[in-house]
């Protein structure tokens, strides 16, 4: 009797401490799941944007008074270890976007007196002699978000180009015209002004101008332009450029469409051509500046 008693007892002795020890393995578990997520969320906070800029090369408005910063691939790979470029080019790591930052100085590019922080297409890397026809074609998509922006003396606020398709002569026109280099003028500048998205593009002035003749920059005036009805305002935005021979499109959001086809895309088909993307700040007051987030960028031809 007293030895059944016994074997009772340490029996659900042994049970108890099975129990307890089968509660503290769980108790464990979870503590070394709750430890992962943790990494986990840890890992997350640290975000990169998702572009490749391996064809882009950079100008900003830091130099030497008379040319601006051009930072070229590679060099432009190590761009977030590069001092000269940290203050107008950089990664917002919490967001997972690469800022563009710019400010009115006096570095700026030829025929222009804005100061910019902006990719400029490189199809080879390194080189600028190597471009693009409509009739070749070409896409440009990007995710992005003005950041801030300063506003003018009437409290509005200033705008900035976020996208742009330049223009650009061969050696060969060049030479033809007469012209020191080989600028030509943007086909497409996109601008961010007042919360919206407008268009902007050139239009042939004398449909009946000679193959020579409409190779000249003032051969060429703007259009009345195009403004998107949707308010992006601070907010993310999706944008799309797509080119073909004689057509050009432009998608906001998935949504809205602009599309230009007709003979002055026609007629531009005789430019080679180079997309940018970035911060084109379009004012010269004191103490204005602007910050431009790219979450990402994608160019494919």
Do not use: C
């Amino acid at each position: 009797m007293i030895f059944r008693t016994f074997l009772i007892l340490f029996f659900m002795f042994s049970l108890t401490g099975f129990a307890q020890s089968n509660d503290s393995d769980k108790a464990s578990t979870v503590t070394k799941e709750q430890k992962k997520r943790k990494k986990r969320r840890k890992k997350k906070k640290f975000k990169l944007p998702k572009i490749d800029l391996s064809h882009w090369k950079v100008t900003t408005p830091a130099g030497n008074g008379k040319k601006p910063q051009e930072v070229s691939p590679p060099e432009i790979l190590d761009y977030a270890t590069n001092k000269d470029l940290l203050p107008y080019m950089y990664n917002d790591s919490v967001r997972g976007a690469l800022v563009f930052y710019a400010y009115p100085s006096k570095a700026t590019t030829a025929n222009t007196k804005y100061s910019r922080s902006e990719l400029r297409e490189q199809m080879e890397p390194g080189e600028n002699n190597v471009n693009w026809t409509f009739k070749q074609g070409g896409k440009m998509k990007g995710k992005l978000a003005i950041d801030e922006i300063s506003r003018d003396k009437n409290g509005k606020y200033h705008k900035v180009i976020i996208m742009q398709i330049h223009g650009r002569l061969t050696n060969a026109q060049r030479d033809l015209i007469g012209q020191k280099d080989n600028n030509a003028p943007p086909i497409l500048k996109i601008y961010w002004k007042d919360g919206k998205i407008r268009v902007k593009t050139k239009v042939l002035k004398n449909l009946n101008a000679s193959n020579e003749e409409i190779l000249h920059e003032d051969a060429w005036g703007d259009d009345e332009g195009f403004t998107f009805k949707e308010k992006v305002g601070f907010k993310k935005f999706r944008l799309e450029v797509r080119v073909s021979e004689g057509k050009m499109t432009i998608v906001l959001n998935n949504n809205e469409f602009k599309t230009y086809e007709n003979i002055h895309m026609k007629k531009w088909g005789v430019f080679e051509n180079y997309f940018k993307a970035g911060n084109y700040f379009q004012s010269r007051d004191d103490n204005s500046f602007a910050k431009v987030r790219y979450y990402n960028l994608e160019v494919t031809h």
